[in-house]
């Protein structure tokens, strides 16, 4: 997960979730919101190379869809194609071990996936 100031564009890492069953997850995420008061969401969609929705991408898509029946804050969705593995090489970079921790790898590509998600609708 990750959070932006608006107001400066600015994006920090907000750890990350540890998947359970729906419900919980949705709940988590909620609450996260709810703490930090957010304005919005964006959620990663995995799309396969060619663009094309594979089964992770439909899986997110189904998750998008019942979390939108659950809020009424805004959710959009942003390609995150390859944003997990450069998230890795900026970990790699940064002298950390992506293998050993997942956790940090998926809250840098949420980083990323926020980023391109504010510079597309600043633009």
């Known amino acids: 997960m990750a959070f ?3 107001s400066t564009t600015l994006v920090f890492p907000a750890g990350h979730l540890v998947r359970t069953k729906l419900s919980e ?3 988590q995420v909620l609450m996260v ?3 930090r008061k957010v304005d919005g969401f964006v959620v990663g969609v995995p799309y396969s190379v060619d663009g094309g929705a594979g089964d992770q991408a439909r899986r997110a898509l189904r998750f998008i869809n019942t979390f939108k029946k659950l809020t009424s804050i805004p959710v959009y969705t942003a390609d ?5 593995v450069e998230a890795e090489a900026i970990l790699r970079e940064s002298g950390q071990q992506p293998s050993r921790q997942r956790g940090s ?5 949420a980083v990323l ?4 998600f504010l510079a597309a609708e600043l633009s």
Request: hydrophobic share 45%; glycine share 0%; net charge negative.
């Open 25 to 27: 997850d949705l709940d």
């Open 113 to 116: 996936i926020l980023e391109r």
């Open 4 to 6: 932006a100031d608006t």
């Open 105 to 109: 790898v998926d809250a840098a590509a």
């Open 33 to 35: 919101a709810q703490e």
């Open 80 to 84: 995150e194609r390859f944003t997990s």
